[in-house]
């Protein structure tokens, strides 16, 4: 039977002309002028070799094998043998040939079946010896040895073929050694995994790799040499440090590959690379750390060590930095930073950045994250002096926001240069997210804190502040309709004027609450025009020493000839009057009172101390929180309401400004009230 081609074998498939030079040999060992080797394929026969032809090749290259002598030959156990075409009567022809002597024998393959035909022709008649014809029939086992190499080279390279496509089609890195441990195969994600980490695509690095635990590997300590001793790995876990002090993770299979003997002849490694995943995994307990740091922190500058610091972590970063917008000041101001060990010394994170100003305070001014991917490049963020004298490259920045409206600013910064990354922005926005929650958290609750004491303080009011008055004037009133006329002729004017002064006190309380009520609920007509905060300021100062002309108080100012900024003038000075009388009220006898004035950056600072009694820090924020008077102010028994603060707050917020209580040499106080000079 006829065997199947293992391809489209046609003449000059073997290398160096083999199948040539083996259809010469046949041709001379049978002493004839013309030597043919024919492949049978698909019902024909392929000249697979061919010499001494002195036509075209046309005419014996591709020939049907029904009625034809090749396939006589093919078709015979022996070997064909005729003297004369002219003479035989079966009539066959060798192409065009009709006479001449042919000499053919079978090329069979390893297990006998027929593959083609080996033979030697000559155009004129002859008679062939028995020398000839086993000439020709060895040559035809020559030739079997030939294809049956040709088939086997054919194979591999199929099975080559393929196992290439596989391997380059994995998404595991696969290398293989020999025994000298020689890298002799590479595919092609093992080559694309390499030159992400910056290493050379031809041979295996020998330094840089550490375990899961961070102990150093030699190359000996790798997954393939490992398997060349013998060692079968599974999911082991191996660190890449790179030349660009990335970390690459890894998970590496190896096993040794044995011989036909049982002994090593190499090894090879499978490489999954695991980066992204271990770096999920980070990210995944960085917001965890940073969700459980928010959820047990009273505050967000309580809050803000642990955040970062979840940060630096989980990023390998260098430092980072929390900011909080001051819409009063036009500053973010730091509230807390983070760096890691060995950087403490080295990075000085400034008190505030301006609007618009530093990373921090651009991305204020953007609302939207920013990403340097080298600091010590030209660029307009970081001051060059900064830049060039720092080891930090990239940088990056994210607002806290809250809805529409940025609270502050997360900013991290690396020792080495980095591209911008898809998912890092994805963490740092949600991070950057979740502060901005807890702050706005934060402030709901202060809010609802404040609104309970208010219903408390409401009542106190009505059991106390009102409630005096009104009895003095409801007493006096009486003593009045009861009064005969010498009593009303000698006690008259001092009832009514007790009377009086009463009710003046509660036509103030009264007036207060209404003003409170109405900023708050936005009512209150506030015109912010540009108005000299200075010219408010010395016309309160001036009102303030007539009043306590010959009083033993000195009240000390340093204001500036102007300072413009929009605002309402009678408001503000509604402000002033009220924190210089507070100052006033509360300075002993003998007392110091200061007024400064100033511009710090794009903000005015208004600064009023006294050498009064003084206010804890516990007390401090209450003061703003309505009808609150300090435990000091209740011992001396001076009079007011407690309303003046909180109506003072009001005010300045309607002006996008902050008014706090700060820390005081000596004893006393001081209130900072700070106003935005640019229009909002």
């Known amino acids: 039977m006829l065997a199947a081609a293992p391809a489209e074998l046609h003449r ?12 010469a040999l046949v041709a001379r060992a049978a002493h004839a002028p013309v030597g043919l080797i024919h492949f049978a394929q698909g019902g024909r026969l392929r000249l697979y070799g061919g010499w001494g032809l002195s036509g075209s090749w046309d005419e014996v290259a591709d020939t049907p094998i029904e009625d034809s002598l090749a396939g006589l030959v093919l078709n015979s156990d022996d070997p064909i043998v005729i003297t004369d075409l002219n003479a035989d009567e079966r009539g066959l022809t060798l192409g065009a040939a009709r006479r001449g002597g042919y000499l053919g024998h079978s090329v069979r393959d390893q297990h006998g079946a027929v593959l083609g035909v080996c033979c030697a022709c000559d155009p004129e008649p002859r008679e062939w010896t028995a020398d000839e014809v086993a000439a020709v029939a060895e040559a035809a086992q020559v030739c079997t040895l030939l294809i049956t190499e040709q088939m086997a080279r054919h194979e591999i390279d199929q099975q ?25 195969f590479v595919n092609e994600r093992m080559r694309h995994m390499w030159a992400e980490a910056g290493l050379s695509p031809t041979a295996i690095p020998s330094d840089g790799f550490t375990d899961a635990d961070g102990r150093p590997l030699g190359q000996d300590d790798l997954g393939l040499f490992r398997a060349l001793r013998g060692e079968h790995l599974r999911d082991e876990e191996v660190l890449l440090h790179s030349p660009d002090r990335r970390i690459h993770h890894y998970l590496i299979d190896a096993h040794p590959i044995t011989g036909p003997d049982g002994h090593t002849v190499g090894a090879v490694q499978a490489v999954q690379d695991v980066t992204r995943r271990r770096r999920v995994e980070r990210f995944r307990t960085c917001e965890l750390a940073v969700t459980a740091a928010l959820a047990e922190a009273p505050s967000i500058e309580a809050a803000g060590p642990r955040v970062l610091g979840a940060v630096v972590d989980t990023l390998g970063w260098a430092h980072a930095e929390l900011w909080l917008v001051d819409q009063a000041a036009a500053v973010v101001r730091s509230a807390a930073h983070w760096s890691a060990p060995g950087w403490d010394s080295e990075i000085e994170v400034p008190v505030d950045l301006p609007y618009g100003t530093g990373l921090a305070g651009r991305v204020w001014q953007v609302g939207k994250p920013l990403w340097i991917r080298d600091v010590g490049q030209p660029q307009s963020l970081i001051a060059e002096e900064t830049a060039q004298s720092s080891r930090l490259h990239a940088a990056l920045g994210v607002p806290v926001k809250e809805g529409f409206e940025t609270l502050g600013v997360l900013t991290v910064f690396a020792d080495t240069v980095e591209d911008s990354e898809d998912e890092l922005l994805a963490l740092m926005s949600g991070i950057a997210a979740h502060i901005g929650q807890f702050v706005e958290r934060r402030r709901i609750e202060d809010l609802q804190r404040q609104l309970d004491r208010s219903k408390n303080e409401y009542l106190a009011l009505i059991g106390h502040e009102l409630r005096t008055p009104l009895t003095s004037i409801s007493a006096y009133t009486e003593l009045l309709r009861e009064a005969d006329e010498h009593t009303l002729v000698t006690e008259g004017p001092r009832l009514l004027e007790v009377i009086d002064r009463n009710t003046n006190q509660l036509r103030h309380i009264i007036t207060e609450l209404m003003e409170l009520s109405a900023l708050d609920a936005g009512h209150a007509d506030v015109q912010l025009m540009p108005m000299d905060l200075a010219e408010v300021v010395r016309d309160s100062v001036t009102k303030a020493r007539a009043a306590i002309d010959g009083a033993p108080l000195v009240i000390e100012d340093e204001l500036p000839v102007d300072l413009v900024l929009p605002g309402d003038r009678k408001r503000l000075r509604q402000v002033v009057d009220n924190l210089l009388g507070n100052a006033v009220k509360y300075s002993p006898d003998g007392g110091h009172v200061g007024v400064t004035l100033r511009a710090d950056g794009r903000a005015a600072e208004l600064a009023i101390s006294d050498t009064g009694l003084g206010v804890t820090t516990e007390e401090r924020e209450k003061m703003f929180t309505g009808l609150y008077r300090t435990s000091r102010g209740n011992d001396k028994t001076i009079p007011g309401t407690g309303l003046g603060m909180t109506l003072s707050r009001a005010v300045v917020s309607r002006h996008h400004g902050s008014i706090e209580l700060v820390d005081h040499d000596g004893p006393g106080t001081t209130v900072l009230v700070r106003l935005p000079m640019d229009p909002r």
Request: charged residues 20%.
């Open 160 to 184: 080559r073929r393929f196992l290439d496509a596989v391997l380059g089609s994995l998404h595991d890195g696969v290398t293989a050694c020999d025994a000298d441990g020689n890298v002799v």
């Open 12 to 23: 000059g498939v073997l290398t160096s002309g083999a199948a040539d030079q083996l259809a």
